[in-house]
């Protein structure tokens, strides 16, 4: 297997080339999270992957608890399965705690203060309300919490972390938090040596082939973790060599040759869930910048060939195409096709520029 093959199989697996869901529940239990920091991105990454989608499709998808958008596995948000989330919490909070730490003491988000902000949240969120960060704010000044920019994220993401708090419906273009408990329906919490497992086997199933460091950077475990769990499950993949690294992945028939084009969000899982991302660049020769990288993005047949970016308008959107390397003729249908599924998506005529 070369690293063409390597990416060509990430498509098949990642259902960016034969989509098999049609929730987007299931879609993201299958791949085990979506990085979700930027919300409209998150989206269009989900609903390039199920068998029909619209933008407002996952709106009501996170608005009835579907999905949940919350700070899990890496110091960002995600989102999660509702089934999977208090598992993943445990398992990851106290990592991503360790990475927040510096900065916390350096502006003096204690302990102490973490406490106290967790007492005022759920005293304020209790009986299912769905408050904004700034409908949040007046409660915790009033008990003598500072709320800069930086100390309410931090605040507001311990919470998360803490299982206290998550993602509620949008007001309008702003996010609301709400109490968990009050929204997610109970689950098991699974051992640490089992959460590993099954994080492992979705990282593989999914985001396959893929080395331990690349599952080791997408869920925030150590190197020895991250080989604990691959470990556990092992007996479901296969090893494979290239460009001098392994590769897991699990027993499947080769990935489709038929020409294919993706416009892929920021940080979609394609991108974004690997250490290195060079062998995704090879044919503009690693030009992109690593944050370039995960940006929007053109991929033709498992390869970045360029970038593009989005106007939204009052009647349509305007799209701007920038191919570092043209296009073959061949994937020519493959692009037109891209660019009516995003049509789709969103509910309004795409002009490209």
Not at 152 to 176: M, N, V
Not at 235 to 257: G, I, L, R, S
Not at 274 to 296: F, H, W
Request: hydrophobic share 40%; with cysteine.
């Amino acid at each position: 297997m070369n690293v063409f093959d390597i990416t060509q199989h990430r498509l098949q697996q990642q259902y960016l080339l034969t989509p098999q869901h049609s929730q987007p529940g299931e879609l993201v239990s299958w791949m085990g999270v979506v990085q979700a920091q930027d919300y409209a991105a998150a989206k269009w990454a989900i609903g390039q992957r199920l068998t029909a989608a619209t933008d407002g499709m996952l709106d009501d998808a996170m608005g009835n608890w579907e999905i949940i958008r919350t700070h899990v596995l890496r110091p960002t948000w995600h989102f999660v399965a509702p089934a999977d989330l208090r598992w993943m919490l445990k398992l990851s909070a106290p990592r991503v705690k360790a990475l927040c730490a510096y900065n916390n003491n350096r502006w003096g988000v204690t302990q102490a203060v973490i406490n106290k902000s967790q007492k005022v949240l759920e005293k304020v969120l209790l009986g299912k309300k769905q408050l904004t960060r700034q409908e949040i704010v007046p409660a915790l000044q009033k008990a003598g919490i500072e709320t800069d920019e930086y100390r309410l994220g931090s605040i507001l993401a311990y919470a998360e972390l803490d299982g206290l708090i998550c993602s509620g419906p949008r007001h309008g273009k702003q996010f609301t938090y709400v109490l968990l408990e009050e929204h997610v329906p109970p689950a098991p919490v699974l051992s640490k040596a089992d959460s590993m497992a099954t994080l492992a086997q979705r990282y593989f199933n999914s985001h396959g082939p893929a080395t331990i460091q690349d599952f080791a950077w997408w869920s925030g475990l150590t190197i020895t973790e991250a080989k604990s769990g691959l470990e556990a499950v092992k007996e479901h993949f296969v090893a494979v060599e290239a460009d001098d690294k392994t590769y897991w992945m699990p027993p499947t028939q080769t990935a489709a040759k038929k020409p294919s084009v993706f416009l892929l969000p920021a940080y979609d899982e394609f991108t974004v869930a690997y250490k290195k991302r060079d062998i995704q660049q090879l044919q503009i020769d690693g030009c992109l910048a690593p944050m370039a990288s995960l940006g929007p993005v053109i991929v033709a047949d498992g390869q970045i060939t360029g970038t593009w970016k989005r106007t939204v308008n009052k009647k349509d959107i305007s799209l701007e195409l920038n191919p570092i390397k043209a296009l073959k003729k061949t994937q020519l249908p493959a692009l037109k096709k891209a660019i009516q599924q995003y049509s789709t998506f969103t509910g309004l005529p795409v002009v490209v520029k």
